[in-house]
């Protein structure tokens, strides 16, 4: 919508799904507290994460829905001595942009390379009733000195996204599984700690908080912990492998649960027991767990991992036509199953499928999409493309600054089970990436700790001289904006090779180890 179309005497806010967020150097754009991602939302950009300008941030902060478009504009006006014109312009994409939008303040358009300030899709709309907006900062939080300004360090100045890992015992034990589940938390946090850990979260403004395991629904007190979270306006992405009885799922309904991800591989009781190390009784209460969510009006999504054992095509329509009988199934997502930092190179190349199979599930899943794209959507999860990590040097160069950015010690963090917190949940209890104890600190505490600080801030010189990251002239943007996946470099190379470059990098050695479908 142009500003021409805008209807002066109506009132806009900022959509509800983004807020934003005065930090240190720059402010930035955040989905809203406790947006669930849980369902697909075609008219807003999900996980929306962006660093803003402060004086962009100082405008946008006065769109609350508190008064109309012609009141607003002049109060921006005259508090921020803007010129009308000027004003309107720099508005005109942002209400009801239909897609992201890259901003520019005058009639020079200012290039995503050099400052990357977009906003999300439908960013400005009508408010239609809504009451005004009162979470929003005021325009004076946003009156960072010029001179302080700072586009390139991303690191929030809270995480604004915190990850609970409950425990990590799991009901199943699966061969694919990606989880360090030899490492006992001998100590877990009680529930009291948990609950201490969340009310924190709030009270600084953390605007997003996540359970995960091992098994959630084998911790004692998640039931305490979920209802907790939804009182204070988080909506936490669940999954489970586990069978839920009814008198459960009722009371996870009383909690506040409305949705659910349920991880189902196959239809067939021997197949399962045999992929996920289970009782043959197992697939017959998944499948009255799936009765019981339809009867109870519980949102279902489905992820189904592939190996070997279940890539037969028709295995995967049997799947897919039984669920999508169960019209609260909102979303099935079909995956292969990878590399995993815990097993060995061996296991993974006997559970992985090929690229072959691979092609004619896509099929498959590509046909029935089209069948049911009106109550549920159907997707087929990419393979890993070993092109990105032994692609020309030219390509890498090209595709490397283009990588999603890694929340880890940026706005993000994870505490595990006995209390550690770690950056990113697949790296678990390596002692490389454990930046605190909530046992000993606050959260606040840790994100300030000189461990998280010195992560965020590596130096050169702490990198071998055999490893191109040493004299690297992209070192800190790299590490610091769009931040590095330790994952993947200790997966290539190994943990004793952890500095050496992400093996998407253009300078990165090729992997010595067998990471990919073939």
Sequence with gaps: ??????????????????????????????????????????????????????????????WNGAKT?????????????????????????????????????????????????????????????????????????????VRKWDM????????????????????????YCYADNKHPANTPLPTEKWLELINEARHFGCLSIDLSGGEVFLHPGVETILKTLHQLGYHPYLSTKIPLEEEQILRLKECGMKELQLSIDCWDAALMQHLLKVPVSYFDRMKRTLDCLEKHGIQVKVKAVITRHNDKPEQVEQLLQHLTAHKNIRAISVAPAEHSLYKSEQEFMDYRTSRTQWEKIEAVVSALADTCKEHCEISCQGLSDSTEHCAAVDEKAKAYPKRTRCPGNINMLYVLPDGKVTICEELYWNPRFIIGDVRKQSLMEIWESKEALGLYNLSQDSFRKASACHICPQFDPCHQQSGVCWKMVIEAYGDEYWDLPDPRCPYAPPATKQLYIQ
Aim: aromatic share 12%; net charge negative; hydrophobic share 35%.
């Design 152 to 175: 390139t360090r991303l690191r929030t100045k809270i995480p604004t996204q915190v990850t609970l890992m409950l425990t990590n015992r799991c009901a199943t034990d699966c061969i």
């Design 1 to 62: 919508m142009m500003t021409s179309d805008i209807d002066h005497e109506l009132r806009y806010q900022i959509n509800p799904a983004y807020t934003l967020l005065a930090d240190r150097h720059c402010a930035f754009i955040f989905n809203s507290l406790g947006w669930s991602t849980f369902q697909t939302h075609p008219d807003v950009d999900d996980n929306f994460s962006q660093p803003l300008f402060p004086h962009y941030a100082s405008i946008f902060a006065y």
């Design 69 to 145: 478009y012609r009141e607003t504009m002049r109060q921006i006006e005259d508090e921020m001595r803007i010129q009308p014109e000027v004003l309107k312009n720099f508005l005109q994409h942002c209400f009801n942009n239909p897609q992201k939008t890259l901003l520019h303040f005058s009639d020079k358009e200012i290039t995503e390379e050099a400052h990357n300030n977009w906003i999300p899709k439908n960013f400005i709309i009508e408010c239609n009733g809504n009451a005004p907006r009162t979470d929003l900062p005021e325009p004076e939080a946003f009156a960072i000195p």
